[in-house]
């Protein structure tokens, strides 16, 4: 067994998934043209679970997440959210493809906010069209997500007169509007410098404090090892590991993790 050294803190004490299944992947193969991006892949995880996605770029990461929430329907395979199940290839109702967006909530690398929308149209907007709240009850909704992530402040401004920080965190109280049973995050702090990423983290980990259910394709290691349950390591479209936080971070057993692992650690 190999061991792995990094300047991080021990993990603090998380939360305690429950039993009950969240979410199944059965098989997943992703294809782009004579591509094939993702291989039979399958997976698991429980309600409450934080799982943490690591591996090197372009091997298949955000490509998964978008297979979950069907923004990249899979070309084989079945997704499964609780007692909601898709299978590739077979015709996909829009009820059923409107009830896995109100369970699956996505935040993205870019924020994708409307810039002719104040930042609490855009917290809103979704609101009305997709749960049917009118708007005062969807403003009112709106006003207790962004003081959650702290930018109640921001309300009546433009997102373009906002930080990149304060945009994601806006973007992240979009998404939880929708009252998602799983959040999913890809890379949310990549496009931002560290001080800003960390602003955006501190949200996130008060969400994993809370029992959000959450995947989170990331680069951040201290994020990884310290909120997650799990951590999943993918490598040419495949996961090559996976298991509890401290243990694959500090103890990975597959050689291609431990390169990978040795080369991150060694960045920082």
């Known amino acids: 067994m190999n061991s792995l050294t990094?300047?991080?803190?021990?993990p603090t004490p998380g939360r305690t998934p429950t039993a009950e299944p969240l979410l199944r992947l059965e098989s997943i193969h992703k294809d782009f043209g004579?591509?094939?991006?993702?291989?039979?892949?399958s997976f698991e995880m429980s309600k409450g679970e934080v799982v943490a996605i690591i591996g090197p770029s372009g091997s298949g990461k955000s490509t998964l997440l978008r297979c979950i929430n069907q923004l990249e329907p899979p070309t084989r395979g079945r997704v499964s959210i609780g007692d909601l199940s898709i299978e590739a290839g077979r015709p996909l109702p829009r009820s059923a493809l409107l009830k896995l967006r109100r369970r699956v909530g996505m935040v993205f690398q870019s924020f994708n906010l409307f810039p002719h929308l104040t930042v609490l149209g855009n917290v809103s907007l979704a609101q009305v069209r997709t749960?049917?709240?009118s708007p005062k009850e969807a403003d009112a909704r709106s006003l207790q997500l962004l003081e959650r992530v702290g930018l109640a402040d921001k309300a009546g401004q433009y997102p373009t007169r906002c930080s990149g920080g304060q945009q994601q965190r806006i973007a992240i109280a979009r998404a939880l509007a929708l009252e998602p049973e799983l959040m999913l995050f890809d890379e949310p702090t990549s496009a931002l410098?560290?001080?800003?990423g960390l602003e955006v983290l501190a949200v996130m980990k008060e969400l994993a404090r809370d029992g959000m259910s959450m995947i989170v394709v990331t680069h951040e290691m201290h994020f990884a090892e310290t909120v997650s349950d799990r951590v999943v390591v993918m490598a040419d479209g495949r996961i090559i590991e996976q298991g509890p936080s401290l243990k694959v971070m500090r103890e990975?057993?597959?050689?291609?993790?431990i390169r990978f692992l040795r080369a991150v650690w060694n960045r920082t």
Do not use: S
């Open 193 to 196: 410098d560290p001080e800003l």
């Open 6 to 10: 990094a300047n991080t803190a021990l």
């Open 131 to 133: 749960l049917g709240r």
């Open 252 to 257: 990975p057993e597959n050689e291609r993790v």
């Open 34 to 41: 004579p591509y094939a991006v993702l291989h039979d892949l």
